[in-house]
């Protein structure tokens, strides 16, 4: 089994900055793509920004705001924002894609609890 642990969220003004990481453990043998999406209150889920292999996609709302990042050796991925506005409120969710130890190989992709962030004044 796989465990996604998620920190960094939180209250920040608009304009503000937070640290979000992730980490990942468990059964890994191979870690293919690591990234975060966000949900609104009433709203669809949507990509805030994923990364995998040489590979980086972030949503098309982030405009150069949000910067992701991973240090593959720790399993762990990091989304850095900045300049946040009352619209980036919602939960953040990391992913991961995994091969997970074991006869199968199959590619699985699991999901974390959730973080709040919160932006208000």
């Known amino acids: 089994q796989v465990q996604l642990v998620e920190s960094g969220g939180g209250l920040v003004q608009p304009g503000g900055s937070l640290r979000l990481s992730c980490a990942a453990s468990?059964?890994?043998?191979?870690?293919?793509?690591m990234g975060w999406y966000r949900q609104a209150p009433g709203k669809q889920r949507e990509l805030v920004a994923i990364?995998?292999?040489?590979?980086?996609n972030y949503g098309n709302f982030v405009t150069g705001r949000f910067t992701i990042s991973r240090d593959i050796a720790k399993h762990t991925v990091y989304l850095e924002m900045n300049n946040l506005k009352p619209e980036d409120t919602a939960v953040y969710y990391c992913?991961?894609?995994?091969?997970?130890?074991?006869?199968?190989?199959?590619?699985?992709?699991?999901w974390g609890q959730g973080t709040q962030v919160t932006v208000s004044s």
């Open positions: 992913t991961a894609t995994i091969v997970p130890i074991g006869p199968s190989r199959a590619q699985t992709t699991y």
């Open positions: 468990g059964s890994i043998f191979s870690m293919l793509a």
């Open positions: 990364t995998g292999g040489s590979s980086t």
